[in-house]
């Protein structure tokens, strides 16, 4: 199926590896021109040469920590700058520290929102404008399973994600006489360098070994595994594409049936 995303401006937020770089590889081998973000350089710069390598699709890199609304305005003016506009906006970051309620202070709530809630607001906020002049657009927010299912160990993830949710289905009302659809991604557990480092300090902190970690996890899986950053991607190639212009408020579990509730 031809998506119908060639040449199209994407910026990916947070996708120096993970999942952000699954979906930042997808969209350019789809031959859209791909902007990539992160605060590190050296592994920002190492993905933007192995996806250019592989696709040979426009792919640039910038270093940008995407709760600081300096750094995000200063990165969208000059993809702007160098491509006219963004017209798929990929919203992403890092995921706040696991741990139950009494772990955690008002602050750790408030690094937790400025992280998955306000870098998602505010990477909108920057991109819209631009979007509605042009009148196409479509934005992706990533969330979790956690926003749909609340996990219990993931406390700070369980509340910023649920916000996310809220804030895209309002936008998605509000943009769709635009032609701007908004969506939300919910993965479920994906095999990462993130859930790597998880099943790591579940073997440190001597609850089991990692592979009791993956155990657990697959267990509560109906499909039986963990998923493939490419999976998540390739939903994500979907909703940006010109084929998935009637879908929006829409936020999607791609989780192997992990969420058990009925939406
Ligand atoms: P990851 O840690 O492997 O990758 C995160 C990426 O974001 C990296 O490229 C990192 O450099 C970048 N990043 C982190 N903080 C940033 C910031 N402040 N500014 C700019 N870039 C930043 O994580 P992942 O597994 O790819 O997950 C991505 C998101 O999806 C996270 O929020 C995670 O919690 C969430 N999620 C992941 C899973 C999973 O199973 N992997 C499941 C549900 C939700």
Redesign the pocket.
């Given at each position: 199926m031809d998506l119908g995303i060639k040449n199209r401006v994407v910026l990916v937020?947070?996708?120096?590896?993970?999942?952000?770089?699954a979906i930042a590889f997808q969209l350019s081998r789809e031959g859209s021109k791909v902007v990539i973000?992160?605060?590190?350089k050296e592994r920002l710069f190492k993905t933007r040469e192995e996806i250019a390598a592989e696709t040979g699709s426009v792919v640039r890199a910038f270093i940008?920590?995407?709760?600081d609304k300096s750094q995000v305005r200063r990165m969208v003016k000059q993809v702007a700058d160098e491509f006219g506009t963004v017209e798929i906006l990929v919203c992403?970051?890092?995921?706040p520290p696991a741990g139950l309620a009494d772990e955690f202070t008002v602050e750790d709530y408030r690094e937790a929102l400025e992280?998955?809630l306000l870098s998602t607001v505010n990477l909108c906020y920057e991109v819209i404008p631009m979007m509605k002049k042009q009148r196409w657009g479509r934005i992706i927010n990533?969330t979790?399973?956690s926003a749909k299912q609340p996990i219990n160990t993931l406390i700070l993830?369980n509340t910023a994600r649920a916000g996310v949710l809220g804030f895209s289905k309002s936008l998605s009302d509000q943009l769709a006489p635009y032609g701007i659809t908004v969506n939300s991604i919910c993965?479920?557990?994906?095999r990462?360098?993130?859930?790597e480092e998880l099943a790591k300090s579940f073997a440190e902190k001597g609850k089991g070994t990692t592979e009791d970690f993956y155990k657990n996890i697959k267990e509560s899986i109906p499909l039986g595994r963990l998923g493939a950053p490419e999976e998540i991607a390739q939903a994500v190639a979907f909703l940006v594409s010109e084929r998935a212009a009637y879908i929006t408020g829409v936020s999607l579990q791609v989780d192997g049936g992990f969420v058990k509730g009925l939406f």
């Open positions: 937020a947070a996708s120096s590896r993970g999942l952000g770089k973000c992160a605060r590190n940008a920590d995407v709760r992403n970051a890092g995921g992280l998955n990533m979790s399973v993830s993965p479920g557990y994906t990462t360098e993130r859930v």
